[in-house]
């Protein structure tokens, strides 16, 4: 590909040719790369951008269920609601609405306790498994089972041993003496029945990815540390957790991402009814929108304000990762 | 254990850690038995082993056993899952006969294929030559593209659904196949491209150079020498972004309402109903679901990995 990475040249030619002249040229260089995506571009522009732009819009109204336009019959409604401006966002980031606050903190921890136990628990089982051992192939597909099942799924599974009469945990806790456990009932119970779950599900995702990332690191590099004499310890610290930097930052991030949008788990664990204090931003703005009455505006601003959230997340830690990149 | 080392490897670690008393390596197997302040990497000691096999079979057995418990109480027919713990009556296939010829079970399980394969397919084909182009060439609008298609893997349900909704709606398109299609698009779309660029970025520059050399057009190269060798990773592709929307809740839930177009995700839900929760019905398609998934899964799950990751390590 010598034409492609041939820019800076184009860059640095003098502005004695014209405009057209250059987009010629422009054309004539790139117009392959452009055709090739071009199908992705047409479809992320009617697909994404322009409902995107809606949902802005949207957040900039009071639209609800009661005043858009809809077809009734052979009558048409025509759409009532108006702008509003920042209202939406003022009401939610005053705490005026008293839902956005507890949400957050509460969809921060549960963001944070999955993606560390995810994180840990998967670095833990990868760092066994990289080890000779017998029976290694069969002990990784066991582990890896509980990805290979649908999240609803599972979720509906979890939910059924969850139950509080008849599930399996409560059963076989009964016989260790303990009182039945309402996990699905009580608030911190709830949170801690969809985190067990998430991290049931979550758990392989990382266990691979991490074990990819160890047999990565060159064997050299561990024969150079036992050579100067380093303790496993020294040997984790020092070849294996720098070796694992790539891997580790990219996997917490995506698991830091799909965490804080996690819908299904904690939808159909709880329930819409049954989980007015435990559910995470996401669900709360879905229930927004479809629920009892729908809140067309604040959902849209919820999911507008969801999206700034994980972008500016994504940004600052790609920057401390560079820095720290840079600083070794 | 510790007898499994690769000699050809170790050899000369453990000569060099064990320093002049070490006689060459021979007694690798011997565990603590030699002077030695380090242990090397390949060696440990029996109780060690014994940890790391209690370690990883604790560890399976919490990965397993929920699904093991998923077949058992699918087996144990209509009432079973109010006896959690007892086996008593032992097992049938009711539950199954049941959910496959009394319910919408199969029609749910054709209605989910459809709209899974319908997505599947059109992300790939809509997406291969996108990821080429990212992987490959560097063109204006190369860097914000970029941008957009990891944006959109960060986009929340939430902030599409409302206006995707009214679109929908307005084009009378909402409770149908195509509708929800279209919608999954918007999610399939972005991520196939973003993980064939992964794939791609691991094919080497040289066969494109080659191509090149022998008068191919880049679309040619793309066609004919790349799309060929990267069809572990289309296959990858396919299987993962069908899997996401076989398994996606939120857009079916809000957009379906008929119960015969109902997809599975959302048709399950009335298995456990307000008045009467059939556990052991909806264990038996839990079961009828997730095996051939997970089959596919199991054999693509190495590869699905790479593609996940590279991408973002790369980028």
């Known amino acids: ?328 | 254990m510790s007898t499994a080392t690769e000699p050809r490897k170790n050899a000369p670690a453990a000569r060099a850690a064990a320093g002049p008393a070490g006689t060459a390596g021979a007694g690798a197997g011997a565990g603590g038995t030699r002077p030695r302040k380090v242990r090397g990497r390949h060696e440990r000691s029996p109780l060690a082993s014994a940890g790391l096999h209690g370690a990883l079979i604790a560890a399976s057995l919490v990965a397993v056993f929920p699904i093991v418990y998923m077949v058992f109480i699918s087996l144990r027919g209509r009432d079973g899952w109010t006896r959690p713990t007892s086996a008593e009556g032992g097992l049938e296939i009711s539950n199954y006969a049941y959910v496959l010829s009394e319910t919408e079970f199969p029609r749910w399980f054709a209605n989910s294929l459809l709209v899974a394969a319908g997505t599947t397919l059109i992300g790939v084909f809509v997406a291969a030559s996108t990821g080429y182009a990212i992987s490959r060439m560097r063109f204006p609008g190369h860097k914000s593209l970029m941008w957009v298609l990891l944006v959109t893997q960060m986009f929340p349900v939430a902030v599409l659904i409302v206006a995707l909704y009214n679109i929908l709606g307005d084009m009378g398109l909402l409770d149908s196949y195509i509708g929800l299609v279209l919608t999954y698009c918007s999610v399939s779309v972005p991520f196939c491209a973003w993980m064939m660029k992964g794939y791609f970025d691991t094919i080497p520059h040289e066969i494109d150079e080659a191509g090149r050399v022998d008068g191919l057009t880049p679309f040619g190269t793309f066609y004919r020498l790349i799309l060929p060798l990267a069809k572990p990773g289309l296959a990858v592709t396919a299987f993962y972004s069908f899997i996401t929307a076989w398994g996606e809740v939120a857009f079916a839930r809000a957009f379906l309402s008929t119960d015969s177009m109902l997809t599975l995700s959302v048709g399950l839900q009335s298995f456990i109903g307000q008045h009467k929760a059939e556990w052991g019905y909806l264990t038996a398609s839990a079961v009828i679901i997730s095996i051939p998934a997970g089959l596919v899964f199991l054999l693509v799950q190495r590869n699905l990995v790479a593609g996940l990751t590279a991408g973002g390590t790369k980028g």
């Open chain 1, 1 to 328: 590909m010598k034409t492609a990475t041939a820019d800076p040249a184009t860059a640095a030619r003098p502005a004695r040719t014209g405009l057209l002249t250059r987009m010629k040229r422009l054309y004539d260089r790139h117009w392959y790369a452009w055709a090739m995506v071009l199908p992705v571009v047409l479809v992320i522009g009617v697909l994404i951008a322009y409902p995107l732009v809606q949902g802005v819009y949207l957040s900039f109204t009071d639209a609800n269920e009661l005043n858009v336009a809809k077809q009734l019959g052979a009558t048409e409604i025509p759409a009532t609601y108006q702008f509003v401006g920042l209202d939406n966002y003022w009401r939610v980031l005053s705490g005026a609405d008293g839902e956005f606050y507890p949400k957050l903190l509460w969809t921060v921890v549960w963001t944070v306790s999955c993606v560390f136990f995810h994180y840990t628990i998967g670095l833990g089982l990868a760092l066994l498994l990289n080890r000779k051992l017998k029976g290694r192939s069969l002990y990784r597909v066991l582990l890896i089972l509980p990805w290979a099942v649908p999240p609803f799924v599972a979720t509906y599974i979890w939910r059924m041993m969850y139950n509080s009469e008849s599930g399996v945990f409560n059963a076989m806790l009964g016989k260790l003496g303990i009182g039945p456990v309402d996990w699905l009932g009580d608030t911190f119970m709830q949170k801690v029945a969809v985190i067990g779950v998430n991290v049931w599900l979550g758990v392989p995702f990382m266990m691979v990815a991490v074990l990819g990332g160890l047999q990565a690191i060159s064997s050299e590099q561990y024969e150079a540390a036992e050579m100067d004499g380093a303790s496993p310890w020294q040997r984790f610290r020092h070849v294996t957790l720098p070796g694992l930097r790539p891997v580790s930052a990219t996997v917490i991030m995506l698991g830091t991402i799909w965490t804080f949008n996690m819908f299904p788990i904690i939808y159909l664990m709880l329930g819409e009814a049954n989980a007015l204090h435990s559910e995470i931003l996401v669900t709360y703005a879905y229930r927004l929108a479809f629920g009892s009455v729908r809140d067309y505006a604040g959902a849209a601003t919820y999911g507008i304000l969801i999206l700034s959230m994980l972008l500016v997340f994504a940004v600052f830690y790609r920057r401390i990762l560079d820095r720290q990149e840079a600083a070794r």
